[in-house]
């Protein structure tokens, strides 16, 4: 059983930055692909962005691309999320997601979630 805590939401204007973090803990966190899923009211969860376990491959939603950046830590069995030039779109609450299978883009494909993180991007 892996657990999963976010951190780093919060209120910023567009243009700005945040980075997101997610600390695991039980289970091996060095075995599990990531995800970072976003969620706005109303709408359906969207994946955002995945890291494979090594860290070697990454993969974001396209309207992110360029902006934002997903890192691991396997030794602090942490992962970010490093959010630049933020727009008013972006507002959501972004979880943490971890998968044992393959790094995928759909919320199906990963086992473990954290509880979210609200991100509010004012224009």
């Known amino acids: 059983q892996v657990r999963l805590v976010e951190s780093g939401g919060g209120l910023v204007q567009a243009g700005g930055s945040l980075k997101l973090s997610c600390a695991a803990s039980?289970?091996?966190?060095?075995?599990?692909?990531m995800g970072w899923f976003r969620q706005a009211p109303g709408k359906e969860r969207e994946f955002v962005a995945a890291?494979?376990?090594?860290?070697?491959?990454?993969y974001y939603l396209d309207s992110v691309k360029g902006r934002f950046s997903i890192s691991r830590d396997n030794a602090k069995k942490l992962v970010y999320l490093q959010m630049n030039s933020l727009k008013p779109e972006d507002t959501a609450v972004y979880y943490c997601?971890?998968?044992?299978?393959?790094?995928?883009?759909?919320?199906?494909?990963?086992?473990?979630w954290g509880q979210g993180t609200q991100v509010t991007v004012s224009s």
């Open positions: 890291i494979t376990w090594s860290g070697g491959s990454t």
């Open positions: 997601a971890a998968a044992r299978g393959v790094t995928g883009t759909r919320a199906t494909e990963y086992d473990y």
């Open positions: 039980g289970g091996t966190f060095s075995r599990y692909n």
